[in-house]
């Protein structure tokens, strides 16, 4: 199977999330890379690694549109490294602090992932809505206060035989096959 990627799109969503990420980062003001003991694991620190993703990925799908959210979980490792790579190199670890063992950065940055891909799920399911899919005419479509019209009806066969459309061509084959 071959899959038709949008560059122009795919960029543009990435660094939209990226943007969202790190602006997120920015206002809640928790770095997930340092280790305050017990301390670090509160609401703030909840919010920067579950809610704040789900924000990215709605805003990476929103802006790619379907199988968005399939890039959805790059700008949550991509600003979650970045940030790892500015504390270790630029900015320092605070006094009292302690850089995250990597693979527990690692796992918290896999769970960044994840709920980011559930907001690009979401960012999904707010796209179709716009311009998703059509589906075919169905019965229960039709609003029943509404005058159906022969085009309407016209259209509900054609999406879907009746019943009674097998049971006629069944009982014609068995006049055929009896001779009759």
Known sequence: MIFRVRWISFWIAMLVGCL???????LIGI???????LDTFNFFWFLQ???LPVVAGIAVSYVYGLGGKW???MPPLIVRFIAYYQTVE??????GAALMPLGWWGFFVIL???????????????NKRVYGWTKPLH????DAESNVSDDNMNKVSETKPSDSDSDSDSASDSKASSGV
């Open 31 to 37: 770095r997930i890379e340092l280790f305050w003991g």
């Open 71 to 73: 890039i959805a979980i």
């Open 90 to 95: 630029y900015i320092g670890i605070p006094q």
């Open 112 to 126: 960044a992932m994840e709920t980011s891909m559930i907001g690009g799920v979401i960012g999904e399911i707010m």
């Open 49 to 51: 690694l579950f809610i």
């Open 139 to 142: 019965v229960s479509d039709i």
């Open 20 to 26: 969202v990420n790190a602006a997120g980062d920015w």
